[in-house]
Nanobody, 127 residues
Framework: QVQLVESGGGLVQAGGSLRLSCAAL????????MAWFRQAPGKEREIVAV????????YYADSVKGRFTISRDNAKKTVYLQMNSLKSEDTAVYYC????????????????????WGQGTQVTVSS
């Protein structure tokens, strides 16, 4: 079994920064792509960023490109999301997720392709 535990959310002013962390408990973290999704009230869950199992490939939603950075430390079994220049529209619950496919060669932002999810961490950006 895999358990994902997010941390680092909170309240920040527009223009500020936060770093989210997602620690994986259990085995197999290094061999799976990891992603961050978010869901705002009344909206569908959307992809934010994906990082490949090796760390060599990343994907960002257009809305966060240039402001957010996803990274991973396989030795610590942790994935990070550095969020800079935050905007009010970034307010949401942020979830990390692990891909269901071992060493998938491409990165995907489709929620159904992710097998394990964290409980979510709230990010609120005040304007």
């Amino acid at each position: 079994q895999v358990q994902l535990v997010e941390s680092g959310g909170g309240l920040v002013q527009a223009g500020g920064s936060l770093r989210l962390s997602c620690a994986a408990l259990g085995r197999s973290f290094p061999n799976y792509n990891m992603a961050w999704f978010r869901q705002a009230p009344g909206k569908e869950r959307e992809i934010v960023a994906v990082i490949s199992w090796s760390g060599g490939s990343t994907y960002y939603a257009d809305s966060v490109k240039g402001r957010f950075t996803i990274s991973r430390d396989n030795a610590k079994k942790t994935v990070y999301l550095q969020m800079n220049s935050l905007k009010s529209e970034d307010t949401a619950v942020y979830y990390c997720a692990r891909d269901q496919t071992w060493r998938r060669t491409e990165v995907t932002g489709v929620p159904s392709e992710y097998e394990y999810w964290g409980q979510g961490t709230q990010v609120t950006v005040s304007s």
